[in-house]
């Protein structure tokens, strides 16, 4: 029977194969609910989510079942103006130097702050060829869905851009992989999201994928792996695919992935741990027959138009509360759910604003431009095509944040750096930074920071402060406005 | 992780009436940065729970300050707790704080699992069964809510409902199993699967 691109992973990674029989005799092999233990093929993690797993491991005496399909970065507690692992104080030094400790004892190669490899571990791990078509990739980390694999951060579904499983986990979880490489999963339901036509000028990857999760909501895709697909998204760079992927946590998935084609090819081919030679052969062979089927049926269905899609902005306290920049600010009554009221009501009122408030008219003294979602070179690029025409407005504090060494060392070497710091920009070293602000990169009470990173919960980027997500392109705008402008207008 | 198991639980409630509950606002970011397990309940809802980021002061309009609700051990909250990150120092400070159960309308899933990891009950209910037990314990905060593992019910008053849970995690909460030491018990079976990965996929 026809199988989704998500059905063909999840079946060649069930370890027992009687399992996978079973699941053939299965009347719907996308049946949910069905449980699998699943191997795991790449194993990514930092310093937040590790340190109680490698402890768990060492009270029972157990060891890292594949030390060399794990990989470990420093990334979410790193200063981005020291490369000193103190330079955030003794307790985020104490949790850097418990990952270089259990990475050492472990035999788990790591890349330290300081490392030509270091990274936002979403983006280094693609740019090293890490992440493969039909890998299952975990990390503990909510944002490797861009990965399209399994990952133990909610952000690893970044790397379902490659067409690999990817997902975040807990650090139970972690400790299990460690131990096992294996992870006990049911079967997600199906999503497919497809994205008609060809984008507008102006409109970014950040653009749809907020769009996307402003019509079917915060919570819309729970339980649900996401497949993207349609002429916008196959027209899509390997890193705007990234920043699509890594945002499926941000509609409540499990993973978001895009079936693999010649741009993922094109963009692994000759990367250090891509397969090469004979064994990339193999590797194309196999990746090539990696897509849903034609009739492939999926549980939930929805279609969005690529001309309907404006630059976005989010002007709540989660991120499927966002308009078009031109839209005006929402009121409670705008909205049929009392729940989606309630939420607006007091997400109106964390953010100062008032219903109908044009967001033209509402200044930002901050900017951070970086993140997993949106640190990578085509980020930099677009972010500086703004930021070249004019100056920092006074009074906004603009931070641009490499997510990457490699991703630093590239815009430096287009003198990218140049540009924004002309423009009144603080270049900074790689790291998540103010995304999350587990470093000293943290906003004041009462604070507005337009944020090309992917969460705007209350307090996110500091106590009291106030977040709304956008797009590179527009962060750079509206630090040179000193309040939300349409990036449009500067092409 | 080795942990004992639960089954039945009896205790009052906190309500915490509010949708999309996410995980900076259960434990934020700042206390991410510690390497153990345990003490994370004092620091549980900061943001929302004290006035001062030195947490000194308490916010006396919030739910867990109410004179009313201390020693509460069932936690009543709506749809799409847990939502964002996969930070399981989230249950950790639930579990820390007290609280045994978790009764809501929805679960983010990575949220769902870690409670499971944890031995922390998450218990899912139609909105309007919610709407209910808001209604009792608005009434009554001393209210006893119980919740059967067992049994898959939740007894309070003489209001009486079920929920579903997956066996699997049913078993393993009820057992206290070691998951990792079960895992381990297959071994085997994942040394043949490694070793029939064609050679360009093996590490």
Redesign the interface.
């Known amino acids: 029977m026809a199988t989704t691109l998500y059905d063909k992973i999840w079946q060649a990674h069930h370890?027992?194969a009687k399992d996978v029989e079973d699941a053939n005799n299965a009347k719907k092999t996308s049946e949910t609910?069905e449980?699998g233990?699943i191997?795991i093929?790449r194993h990514l993690i930092h310093e937040?989510?590790t340190?109680?797993a490698f402890?768990?491991l060492d009270e029972?005496n157990?060891k890292v079942?594949?030390p060399?399909?794990t990989f470990a970065t420093m990334d979410?507690?790193i200063s981005t103006r020291s490369l000193a692992l103190d330079a955030c104080g003794p307790?985020?030094k104490?949790?850097l130097q418990?990952l270089a400790d259990n990475c050492e004892k472990h035999g788990i190669e790591l890349f330290p702050v300081g490392h030509q490899k270091q990274g936002i571990v979403h983006v280094m791990g693609p740019e090293l060829g890490l992440i493969q078509p039909g890998m299952t990739v975990v990390c503990?980390?909510?944002h490797t869905a861009t990965h399209g694999a399994f990952c133990?951060?909610?952000h690893?579904a970044t790397h379902g851009a490659f067409g690999a499983l990817a997902?975040?986990?807990?650090?139970?979880?972690v400790?299990?992989v460690f131990?096992?490489?294996?992870l006990?999963q049911?079967k997600?339901k199906s999503m497919k999201v497809q994205v008609n036509g060809n984008l507008p000028i102006g409109i970014t990857a950040k653009d749809i994928i907020l769009a996307i999760i402003g019509k079917i909501g915060?919570?819309g895709a729970?339980?649900h792996v996401i497949e993207y697909c349609g002429e916008a998204i196959s027209a899509l760079s390997m890193e705007e695919r990234m920043t699509v992927c890594n945002m499926s946590?941000e509609a409540?998935a499990?993973a978001g992935l895009i079936a693999p084609d010649n741009t993922t090819f094109d963009y692994l081919e000759g990367r250090e741990y891509a397969?090469k030679g004979?064994?990339?052969t193999?590797?194309m062979a196999?990746w090539a027959n990696l897509a849903s089927d034609k009739d492939a049926v999926f549980d939930t269905v929805i279609e969005l138009n690529a001309a309907d899609i404006t630059p976005q902005v989010t002007w709540g306290t989660?991120p499927g509360q966002v308009i078009g920049v031109n839209q005006p600010v929402p009121a409670p009554r705008d909205f049929s759910d009392p729940?989606d009221k309630?939420?607006a009501n007091?997400a109106l009122k964390y953010m100062d604003l008032i219903a109908g408030q044009k967001l033209s008219e509402l200044s930002v003294n901050n900017v951070f431009i970086g993140s997993c979602t949106n640190g990578r070179i085509e980020d930099m690029r677009a972010a500086a095509a703004i930021a070249k025409q004019g100056k920092v407005a006074p009074g906004v504090t603009a931070i641009v944040v490499p997510g990457s060494v490699s991703v630093k060392q590239q815009a430096e070497a287009e003198q990218l750096d140049k540009i924004f710091i002309e423009a009144g920009f603080e270049w900074r070293l790689p790291g998540c930074s103010m995304c999350?602000?587990?470093n000293d990169d943290i906003l004041k009470q009462g604070d507005r920071c337009a944020s090309t990173s992917n969460?705007n919960?209350?307090?996110?980027q500091g106590?009291?402060a106030r977040t709304h997500l956008v797009s590179p392109a527009m962060a750079a705008a509206a630090a040179l406005a000193g309040h939300f402008a349409d990036v449009r207008d500067y092409q | 992780?080795t942990t004992t198991g639960i089954n039945i639980h009896t205790g009052t409630a906190m309500p915490l009436n509010?949708?999309?509950v996410?995980t900076?606002?259960i434990i934020?970011?700042?206390f991410?940065?510690?390497?153990?397990?345990s003490g994370y309940g004092k620091h549980l809802f900061h943001?929302w729970r004290y006035l001062d980021?030195h947490e000194q002061v308490p916010n006396p309009d919030f739910v867990l300050n109410k004179a009313q609700h201390q020693g509460a051990s069932v936690l009543l909250t709506?749809?799409?707790f847990g939502?964002?990150?996969?930070?399981?120092h989230a249950?950790w400070s639930l579990d820390d704080y007290g609280f045994k159960v978790v009764i809501g309308t929805?679960f983010?899933?990575?949220f769902y699992?870690?409670c499971i990891?944890?031995q922390l009950l998450p218990v899912q209910l139609a909105s309007e069964t919610m709407d209910q037990l808001f209604a009792v314990v608005a009434n009554d905060p001393a209210a006893q809510i119980t919740v059967s593992l067992q049994d898959q019910t939740v007894n309070v008053d003489d209001l009486s409902f079920t929920f579903e849970i997956?066996e699997?995690h049913k078993t393993n909460l009820i057992k206290g199993l070691d998951?990792?030491?079960q895992?381990?018990e297959?071994?085997d079976?994942?040394t043949v699967?490694?070793n029939n990965l064609?050679?360009?996929?093996r590490?």
């Open positions: 370890v027992d609910g449980e233990l191997y093929d937040v989510t340190p109680q402890a768990g029972k157990r079942r594949c060399q399909r979410h507690s307790t985020n104490l949790q418990t503990g980390d909510s133990g951060d909610s690893t997902f975040g986990i807990g650090t139970s979880q400790e299990h131990a096992t490489q294996t006990k049911s997600a915060h919570a729970t339980g946590i409540g499990k397969p004979e064994s990339w193999q590797a196999y989660n729940i309630d939420s007091k999350l602000g587990m969460r919960f209350e307090g996110r106590r009291g | 992780m509010q949708a999309n996410d900076d606002q934020p970011k700042q991410l940065t510690a390497v153990t397990r943001d980021q709506r749809e799409n939502c964002g990150s996969s930070r399981e249950p929805s983010a899933d990575i699992d870690n990891n944890n997956a699997q998951t990792i030491g895992t381990l297959l071994d079976k994942i699967f490694e064609p050679e360009w996929q590490a």
